[in-house]
C-alpha cells in the first residue's frame, strides 16, 4: 500500500528587514536620481557635528570622544534612512501617477490619523475613469478628483451638492490631481490636507463620516493603487 504524503506547499520566506531596505534603496535610486546625495548629505551632517562636538567638548577624554562621534554616526544613520522613506514614497507614486487608483494609493497609505478616507472612490466616470475621492477630517470634507480638472470640475460640484444637502454647516474643500499644470501632486495630498484650517472636533468628525458613509452607494470599482511601503525594485532584463 503505497504511503500518502500530504506536504503542504511551505509559504514563500520573507526577505528579511536589511534586504527590504537594500531593495527600497534599489528601487529608490532606479527612479530618483538625487536621492543618494540627499541621504549622503543627511549621514554627513549629525556625522561631523558629532566629531566637531567631540574635539570641542571632549578633548583628552577618549570615553568621551567615542561616545560623541557615536552618536553622530547614529544620527547620521537614523537621518539617512528618513530621507530614505521619503524619497522612496515619492518615487513609489511617480510611477503610478496618472494611473486609475492612484489617489486610493496615497489616502490608504499616507492618509494620517486625523483624516478618515476610502481608497475607493465615491463618483467614477465609466469611460474616460476619471474619479472623486473624499475624505473627512477636523478641516471639514475634501473631496479629491482624479483626472484633467476640465472633466472632473462637474464631478466635484455634484459631490459638493450632495455633502451640503445634508450637512449644510460642514465646510467642503476641493483638491485636484491631474496633468493641469496646477494641480496637486500625489506625494503632496497630505500636506495639503494637513494645512486645511479645524473646524470640527473629533466627535464631529466621527459622526460626519459615518453619515456620509450610511448614505453613499456603492461606487464602480477601479484598479487600486500600489503600496508605496511594499514596493519592489524591478529586476533587469
Known sequence: MARKTDSAPKAPKEPGRIKQMWQVFGMTRRYDSKAVWYMAAGFAVPTIAGIVLALVLSAGNVFGTVLWILAGVLG??????????????????????GQPGAVGAVLRSSLKRSWRGSEMPIAVNGKTQDAVYRAVGRGGVVLISEGPRSRTNRMLEEERRKVLRILPNVPVTFLSVGPDPDAVPLHRIPAKMARIKPTLTKPEVMAVSN???????????????????????????
Open 76 to 97: 547620521g544613520f537614523l537621518a539617512a534612512l528618513i530621507i530614505l522613506g521619503r524619497r522612496a514614497e515619492r518615487a513609489a507614486y511617480k510611477q503610478i501617477e
Open 211 to 237: 453619515r456620509l458613509t450610511s448614505l453613499s452607494s456603492s461606487p464602480l470599482p477601479i484598479p487600486k493603487g500600489i503600496d508605496p511601503m511594499r514596493m519592489r525594485p524591478q529586476r533587469g532584463r
